[in-house]
T-cell receptor
Framework: QKEVEQNSGPLSVPEGAIASLNCTYS??????FFWYRQYSGKSPELIMF????GDKEDGRFTAQLNKASQYVSLLIRDSQPSDSATYLC????????FGAGTTVTVRA | GAVVSQHPSRVICKSGTSVKIECRSL??????MFWYRQFPKQSLMLMAT?????????EQGVEKDKFLINHASLTLSTLTVTSAHPEDSSFYIC????????????FGSGTRLTVV
């Protein structure tokens, strides 16, 4: 079982719509969860981090964590073409482990 | 802030030669740095954890004699790919952990290695 799994995508959404990204993790003891955005050929950049169950909002981004279900998600509201990228879910176990990423394309 | 500088951003080398990649923490001291490798359309895979003043800890399946890591100071870690082969061509990314930051990890800009 992979440590971090994401829906593979690609995910295509029209401009202005909500993009919903999902991630599950295997280590029930994980405490810290991150969403990174990675443009092609670039290094990942942090979008959100979340430690507690529930929702955390930052601008157009909302992260949701459910530790009982070992599930973390990212919502992107009012999607813009500049949001087109690969989104990586990452979880800290004894290391920072990444999911395979979900590629999002926002259609103008 | 927490800035990590990685050089070079791109390098092309001949098969059989060695390449050194540098990772520097610019505004903080990093006792621990991490080296990742990313193949096209795949996720980041941790190669090794670099510990200042001691030996690096390598992940399973990573050849420590091929990927030499040196963390001689609190602001610099280097990864040397020795006797590079075309299959070593990849995107290498370093990361450093800054204590006190709620999110901890900051990434370098990455190095695109092409072995010809």
């Amino acid at each position: 079982q992979k440590e971090v799994e994401q829906n593979s995508g690609p995910l295509s959404v029209p401009e202005g719509a909500i993009a919903s990204l999902n991630c599950t993790y295997s280590d029930r003891g994980s405490q810290s969860f991150f969403w990174y955005r990675q443009y092609s050929g670039k290094s990942p950049e942090l979008i959100m981090f979340i430690y507690s169950n529930g929702d955390k909002e930052d601008g157009r981004f909302t992260a949701q964590l459910n530790k009982a279900s070992q599930y973390v998600s990212l919502l992107i509201r009012d999607s813009q073409p500049s949001d087109s990228a690969t989104y990586l879910c990452a979880v800290i176990t004894y290391k920072l482990s990444f999911g395979a990423g979900t590629t999002v394309t926002v259609r103008a | 802030g927490a800035v990590v500088s990685q050089h070079p951003s791109r390098v092309i080398c001949k098969s059989g030669t060695s390449v050194k990649i540098e990772c520097r923490s610019l505004d903080f001291q990093a006792t621990t740095m991490f080296w990742y490798r990313q193949f096209p359309k795949q996720s980041l895979m941790l190669m090794a954890t670099s510990n200042e003043g001691s030996k690096a800890t390598y992940e399973q399946g990573v050849e420590k004699d091929k990927f030499l890591i040196n963390h001689a100071s609190l602001t610099l870690s280097t990864l040397t790919v020795t006797s590079a082969h075309p299959e070593d061509s990849s995107f290498y990314i370093c990361s450093a952990y800054k204590t006190g930051l709620s999110y901890g990890y900051t990434f370098g800009s990455g190095t695109r290695l092409t072995v010809v």
